[in-house]
């Protein structure tokens, strides 16, 4: 029995993340794809299994919306080599462990 194929849309629903966060965790080579074509390329729903099964615990989804403005200062201040997602997240940790 072949296994489900998947296009990026559809295994970012799976995984209940953007399509774009997925693309990423390719590139990183975190995920394997078929790549039939440049323009063709799937993802098994296998290869999304052994992915979660490796990373459980690992990663947390966040979902904020944040202006415009405020999120282009911010992008400014973060330290070179840090995602803005990943400085903005740290932001909101030390801010929740002080007892405000």
């Known amino acids: 029995m072949e296994d489900k194929r ?3 849309y559809e ?3 799976y ?3 953007h ?3 997925l693309r990423r965790w390719v590139a990183q080579g975190k ?3 078929i790549r039939i074509s440049s323009q063709t390329q799937y993802i ?4 999304l299994q052994d992915f979660l099964k490796s990373n459980t615990g690992k990663f947390e989804a966040y979902s904020i919306q944040i202006p415009l403005t405020l999120y282009k200062i911010i ?4 330290p070179t080599g840090q995602s803005t997602s990943e400085f903005i ?4 940790r030390n801010y929740a462990e002080k007892d405000v």
């Open 89 to 92: 997240i740290s932001i909101l």
């Open 75 to 78: 992008k400014k201040i973060k």
């Open 44 to 47: 098994t729903e296998q290869a």
């Open 19 to 21: 399509h774009n966060t």
């Open 6 to 8: 998947m296009t990026f």
């Open 11 to 13: 295994a970012a629903e």
């Open 15 to 17: 995984l209940g993340v």
């Open 31 to 33: 995920i394997a794809i």
